[in-house]
Nanobody, 127 residues
């Protein structure tokens, strides 16, 4: 059974850092493009970052470029999102998902039944 489990969220002050982890099971994570998404209260879900296969090309939304870094640990079948210089507007529930597609600079996650989403994890940045 394909499963993604996020961890590493929490409460942090503005300017601080967090590292989110997305642990994959039931499939080999290095065989699929995996992405991070977030959804803030009252807002639509947005794509944050993704890492492709096989070359590991990365993509970032403009809102996080230069502050967030996505990486993959194939040995541990885990994808990470290092978040630095956090801002209150980064507050959201963060999800990882696979497979993902990038169209015209916009990141899309899998449709229901055609991939996997994690359960989500809360990130709260206080001002």
């Amino acid at each position: 059974q394909v499963q993604l489990v996020e961890s590493g969220g929490g409460l942090v002050q503005a300017g601080g850092s967090l590292r989110l982890s997305c642990a994959a099971s039931g499939f080999t994570a290095d065989g699929y493009a995996i992405g991070w998404f977030r959804q803030a209260p009252g807002k639509e879900r947005e794509g944050v970052s993704c890492i492709s296969v096989p070359g590991g090309t990365t993509h970032y939304a403009d809102s996080v470029k230069g502050r967030f870094t996505i990486s993959r640990d194939n040995h541990n079948n885990t994808v990470y999102l290092q978040m630095n210089s956090l801002k209150p507007e980064d507050t959201a529930v963060y999800y990882c998902a696979t497979p993902v597609t990038l169209v015209g600079g916009t990141l899309f996650g899998p449709h229901e039944g055609l991939g996997s989403w994690g359960q989500g994890i809360q990130v709260t940045v206080s001002s």
